[in-house]
């Protein structure tokens, strides 16, 4: 693809991916606005479904912990999945850390004040955390590519899936994301809750000094794939939340969907 400049932008494969350039480039530092934005959504989901969850799902998690400690407050269980190792590895260092690991606090903090906390003690953000280190069970390899992503016995299995950013970074060809987006929606059971978070229209994000692929998606197309996974018409929900300043990382815009799995 061309850049904004007329030259050629490489595409790196996710062999080149490293799970601390990511955390570097977008959780290190602040809870950016565009963050903000969607965590704030997957809280309001979670709590408008005025119940706990069995067996929920967050895919494509990488190296990040911040939806799995938003969702635990609203799971009994919840499991993690992604392609990479390094993810994982980064995953479960933070899962297995005492309360003092202090790399997802200031999140913690965020999604409690979402939840009415408005200023929560030190003492409410570890309870918080030591919840969702309680909640995760199952740290999983997956490729969203795969008819099942999980295996035959994931089918149908979750009623609760999270996923953010996840399946329209594996490829730029939008027909890829299309098929893994039934891949994971297989995996939800029937009256189930879907939250999804998307790049929207971009074509290459930034991961350290390096450019993934992203499939220039619209809401339109989130409507109609979630339409074609079997979920209900009513229960759609897809907005798009301008983020301008992300701009010099590859979007200008985040695409935040919620919906539910047709009953059985
Ligand atoms: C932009 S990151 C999103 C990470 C995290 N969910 C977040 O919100 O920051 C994209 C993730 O997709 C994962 N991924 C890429 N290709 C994949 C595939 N074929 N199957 C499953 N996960 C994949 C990468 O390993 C990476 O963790």
Redesign the pocket.
């Known amino acids: 693809m061309a850049d904004s400049s007329g030259g050629a932008r490489i595409i790196a494969d ?1 062999s080149e ?1 490293r799970a601390r350039d ?1 955390f570097q480039t ?2 290190s530092e602040v809870v950016l606005p565009d963050e903000q934005a969607v965590l704030a959504y997957q809280v309001e989901v979670l709590r408008a479904a005025g119940k706990r969850f069995g067996r929920g799902l967050e ?6 912990l911040h ?1 799995a400690i938003a969702a635990s407050k609203y799971a009994f269980r919840l499991d993690m ?4 190792a390094d ?1 994982l590895a980064a995953a479960r260092d933070w899962l297995l850390a005492d309360i003092d690991n202090p790399d997802w606090k200031q999140f913690t903090q965020y999604l409690l004040a979402c939840e009415g906390q408005i200023a929560p003690t030190n003492r409410q953000i570890d309870q918080r955390e030591a919840q969702t280190r309680k909640v995760v069970r199952g740290l999983y390899l ?4 795969w008819q099942q ?1 999980l295996g035959p016995q994931r089918n149908e299995f979750y009623d609760l899936i999270v ?4 399946l329209d ?2 490829s730029d060809d939008q027909r890829v994301w299309r098929r ?1 987006m039934q891949n994971l929606l297989s995996m939800l059971q029937p009256g189930g809750t879907l939250i999804i ?1 998307a790049l929207h229209r971009c074509r290459a ?1 930034k ?1 350290g000094d390096r450019m ?1 692929p992203g499939a220039d998606l619209s809401m339109d197309d989130m409507q109609s794939v979630l339409l074609d996974g079997g979920c209900t018409q009513r229960s759609i929900d897809v907005q798009v939340i301008p983020c301008p300043n992300n701009a010099i990382y590859g979007y200008s815009g985040i695409l935040t969907a919620s919906a539910q799995k047709a009953p059985g």
């Open positions: 996710y991916w990511y977008y959780y895919y494509g998690c990488g190296p990040t939806r999945a992604d392609w990479l993810n997956s490729d969203a590519r992503p996923s953010g950013f996840c970074a594996v893994c978070h994000y991961c993934f």
